[in-house]
T-cell receptor
Framework: GIQVEQSPPDLILQEGANSTLRCNFS?????LQWFHQNPWGQLINLFY???GTKQNGRLSATTVATERYSLLYISSSQTTDSGVYFC?????????????FGKGTRLHILP | KAGVTQTPRYLIKTRGQQVTLSCSPI?????VSWYQQTPGQGLQFLFE???????NKGNFPGRFSGRQFSNSRSEMNVSTLELGDSALYLC???????????????FGEGSRLTVL
């Protein structure tokens, strides 16, 4: 099945810093999403981005489907950005047609 | 528009018991999928339902089962609970259809199960 690797596993930054989180996947995918898991466990949608670039305020994401990776950029970090960031991929019409999550990047923003 | 609603939010069971978790999707969404999150295994896909039919199933034992009703609400059941079933169980809904099998997932707040 598809392998999803996220890096770095942990990241500690000072408030105001910028960060780049990476998601590599081992095969072509039809669906890729980025989520932020809040302290209560809920997965909050950030981007639905199977390809291309999207921006939402201080966050942006780029997926290069042909090279099998996606990047999540966080600019001017705030303490509320702390938490775990997951990418999830899906490949339809395959034996492994199911959502596969990476292990996440745990982000700590220090005040 | 109401989000995905999961009940109960927290529950404690003992080994050997069974548990039923409920998920109400976003209005208009017909696809519901379930996930288990544990510190050791991370987020793992359990199964997906669309129009009351199971579309896909993850690598979990038969003790884990689910169903979907005509109003798209879904339940999952775990029988003969084991300590290792302690986890956060997350439900997601999507507007995906039978033909277009991709679509953005929207998650509920989860049901945190503790097995003693």
């Amino acid at each position: 099945g598809i392998q999803v690797e996220q890096s770095p596993p942990d990241l500690i930054l000072q408030e105001g810093a910028n960060s780049t989180l990476r998601c590599n996947f081992s095969d072509s995918v039809n669906n890729l999403q980025w989520f932020h898991q809040n302290p209560w466990g809920q997965l909050i949608n950030l981007f639905y981005i199977p390809s291309g670039t999207k921006q939402n305020g201080r966050l942006s994401a780029t997926t290069v489907a042909t090279e099998r990776y996606s990047l999540l950029y966080i600019s001017s970090s705030q303490t509320t950005d702390s938490g775990v960031y997951f990418c999830a991929v899906e490949r339809i019409w395959s034996r492994d047609d199911k959502i596969i999550f990476g292990k996440g990047t745990r982000l700590h923003i220090l005040p | 528009k109401a989000g995905v609603t999961q009940t109960p939010r927290y529950l404690i069971k003992t080994r050997g018991q069974q548990v039923t978790l409920s998920c109400s999707p976003i209005s208009g969404h017909r696809s519901v999928s379930w996930y288990q999150q544990t510190p050791g295994q991370g987020l793992q896909f359990l199964f997906e339902y669309f129009s009351e039919t199971q579309r896909n199933k993850g690598n979990f034992p038969g003790r884990f089962s689910g169903r979907q009703f005509s109003n798209s609400r879904s339940e999952m059941n775990v029988s003969t609970l084991e300590l290792g079933d302690s986890a956060l169980y997350l439900c997601a809904s999507s507007h995906r259809t039978g033909q277009e099998n991709t679509g953005e997932l929207f998650f509920g707040e989860g049901s945190r199960l503790t097995v003693l």
